[in-house]
């Protein structure tokens, strides 16, 4: 089997005849063949070439020699190109998910959704903006979008990150801290993310004290449960490559019998921690 360690396929060259090229290498004992991106647009088409061969694998990233041509943001599209792919800005805050006009039956390209922070609906928070991108420019930016054309922007988008304990290492899986086991910590500071997942660990956390006071054992719910998986989790990762975890169907421990299908694997994941649930003491 050959391994094509530099091809650029990707090239405008091989237009007219890329797909015929393609599909014969498998048979021409060519097994993979590493496609390289050399600046933002070859990195996508190399991703996109991926995506569609199997045998394609795909390199992102920037020549030397171009480095001196890059425009604002080339970097941070890279970024996101090698984290999630090329859909990755499609697929974030403006997907118009549900979102089909009634009256039309027309979906929009894309959505913005304005959440209201004042009582009187004058002052509104872009949802999912979180952006590295200087101030004048994100005045730019938005002012291009048709309805805030003329919105005064009071505060800009920045990167948001989060405080969180070394959990792993000083908190217990019921959120109470090793050395003080009458203190209990809860929310996103322990190490979990999410408005579910802060909602109930304070909630657990909250049982675990008034338990404590009565002088009963604390909670711990079951690991094959979301909450239980992320107790574990901010228990007993690793401390030193430990990072805040929302709810994901990875943490939870393999069925014993293997489901294929996505969907009726989660469905069988749910039924099993419901079941469980109902035998714990959650009191
Ligand atoms: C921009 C953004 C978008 C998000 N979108 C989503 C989403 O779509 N879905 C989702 O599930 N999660 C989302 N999250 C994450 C989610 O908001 C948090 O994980 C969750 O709100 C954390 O809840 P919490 O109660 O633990 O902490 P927080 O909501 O941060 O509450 C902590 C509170 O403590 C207060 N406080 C801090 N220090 C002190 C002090 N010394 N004295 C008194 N009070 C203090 C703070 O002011 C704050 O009110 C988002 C987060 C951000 C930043």
Redo the contacts with the bound molecule.
């Keep these: 089997m050959y391994f094509d360690t530099h091809a650029h396929y990707d090239d405008n060259r091989f237009d007219s005849d890329r797909d015929e090229l393609l599909s014969a290498m498998p048979d021409s004992g060519v097994g993979c063949i590493l496609v390289p991106g050399c600046d933002v647009k070859s990195s996508e088409n190399a991703l996109a070439l991926a995506e569609r061969w199997d045998f394609i694998y795909a390199a992102v990233g920037i020549h030397p020699e171009d480095m001196g041509g890059m425009q604002e943001g080339d970097l941070e599209r890279i970024e996101a190109l090698a984290k999630r792919g090329a859909d990755a800005i499609r697929y974030g805050p403006m997907k118009p998910v549900g979102l089909t006009d009634p009256a039309t039956g027309r979906r929009p390209g894309a959505n913005l959704q304005l959440r209201k922070e004042n009582s009187a609906g004058t002052l509104l928070n872009l949802?999912?903006f979180?952006t590295n991108l200087k101030f004048g420019e994100q005045k730019r930016v938005f002012s291009m979008i048709p309805a805030l054309e003329n919105a005064e922007f009071v505060r800009y988008g920045v990167m948001?990150r989060?405080t969180f304990l070394d959990s792993p290492r000083v908190l217990r899986a019921d959120f109470s801290v090793k050395d003080r086991p009458e203190l209990f910590f809860?929310?996103?500071?322990t190490g979990?993310?999410?408005?579910?997942?802060?909602?109930a660990?304070?909630i657990i956390a909250g049982i675990n004290a008034a338990r404590r006071l009565r002088g009963r054992g604390t909670l711990v719910l079951p690991r094959e449960t979301m909450i239980g998986a992320l107790q574990r989790y901010i228990s007993d990762a690793t401390p030193k490559t430990f990072q805040p975890m929302?709810a994901a169907f990875g943490l939870l421990p393999p069925l014993d019998e293997k489901i294929r299908d996505k969907r009726e694997r989660y469905a069988a994941l749910a039924e099993r921690s419901l079941e469980l649930l109902a035998l714990t003491d959650t009191q």
């Design positions: 949802v999912g979180q948001h989060n809860a929310g996103q500071i979990t993310e999410g408005y579910m997942e802060s909602a660990g304070g929302g």
